[in-house]
T-cell receptor, first 113, second 115 residues
C-alpha cells in the first residue's frame, strides 16, 4: 500500500540529546514537509523540501535540521538547541502542482524525559 | 505570511443535524487554494475538501460542502447529516497558487457529535 510512514510513534529525549524522526513515503511525491502541532496552535511549518538535496526553512526552524538525500525520505533531527521540543510532529508530502493537497503520516509524539 | 483564522475553538452538533464551521483568511492574492482537513482522535490528517479560488462554484464532497465567499475571504465548511465518525478537529488551510509551496493552517475547530 502506498503511504507516508513516520517512525517511531512515540519518542523520548533526554536533556542535551539530539533525536531523529523518520519520514518515508512511497507515493512518488515531489515535496515533503515537517510540521509541529501544539495544543491550540494548529500546525506550524518547520521545514519543507521541493526536490532532493534542497530544502527551505519554515516559520519555526530554529533547533531543527533536515536532509533530503532521497526522494522518498525526509528525516527531521530535533537538536539540543530546541529547548521546548515536546509536541506532536507531522510529516506530509505532495505532488508538485498548485492544486495538489498534502497527504499526512500518522505523526510522532516527542516528549522530554 | 498568510493568516488563517478559525474563530470557533469548539462546536457541537446533534447526530443527523447540520453544522457549519467558519474559516477566514487574509491575503492580497487573487489565485489560491483552500482546503479543509479532518484530524480524528487517531491524529492522522485527512483531506476533506478543497476549493480553487478561481472557481465560483462551491466544492462539494458527499455530505461536506463549502461556502466560499471570495470577496469576504471566507471559507466555511458545512457538514450535513452529521455522523458520530465526523467527530474530530477540523483545520482550514490556505496555499498560494503562485508564491512558494507553503500551506498555512488555522488553529482548528474541535467538533463533537452528540448521539
Amino acid at each position: 500500500d502506498g503511504g507516508i510512514t513516520q517512525s517511531p510513534k512515540y519518542l523520548f529525549r533526554k536533556e542535551g540529546q539530539n533525536v531523529t524522526l523518520s519520514c518515508e513515503q512511497n507515493l512518488n511525491h515531489d515535496a515533503m514537509y515537517w510540521y509541529r502541532q501544539d495544543p491550540g496552535q494548529g500546525l506550524r511549518l518547520i521545514y519543507y523540501s521541493q526536490i532532493v538535496n534542497d530544502f527551505q526553512k519554515g516559520d519555526i526552524a530554529e533547533g531543527y535540521s533536515v536532509s533530503r538525500e532521497k526522494k522518498e525520505s525526509f528525516p527531521l533531527t530535533v537538536t539540543s538547541a530546541q529547548k521546548n521540543p515536546t509536541a506532536f510532529y507531522l510529516c506530509a508530502s505532495r505532488f508538485s502542482g498548485p492544486r495538489q493537497p498534502q497527504h499526512f503520516g500518522d505523526g510522532t509524539r516527542l516528549s522530554i524525559l | 505570511a498568510q493568516t488563517v483564522t478559525q474563530s470557533q475553538p469548539e462546536m457541537s452538533v446533534q447526530e443527523a443535524e447540520t453544522v457549519t464551521l467558519s474559516c477566514t483568511y487574509d491575503t492580497s492574492e487573487s489565485d489560491y487554494y483552500l482546503f479543509w482537513y479532518k484530524q480524528p482522535p487517531s491524529r492522522q490528517m485527512i483531506l476533506v475538501i478543497r476549493q480553487e479560488a478561481y472557481k465560483q462554484q462551491n466544492a462539494t464532497e458527499n455530505r461536506f460542502s463549502v461556502n466560499f465567499q471570495k470577496a469576504a475571504k471566507s471559507f466555511s465548511l458545512k457538514i450535513s447529516d452529521s455522523q458520530l465518525g465526523d467527530a474530530a478537529m477540523y483545520f482550514c488551510a490556505y496555499r498560494s497558487a503562485n508564491t512558494g509551496n507553503q500551506f498555512y493552517f488555522g488553529t482548528g475547530t474541535s467538533l463533537t457529535v452528540i448521539p
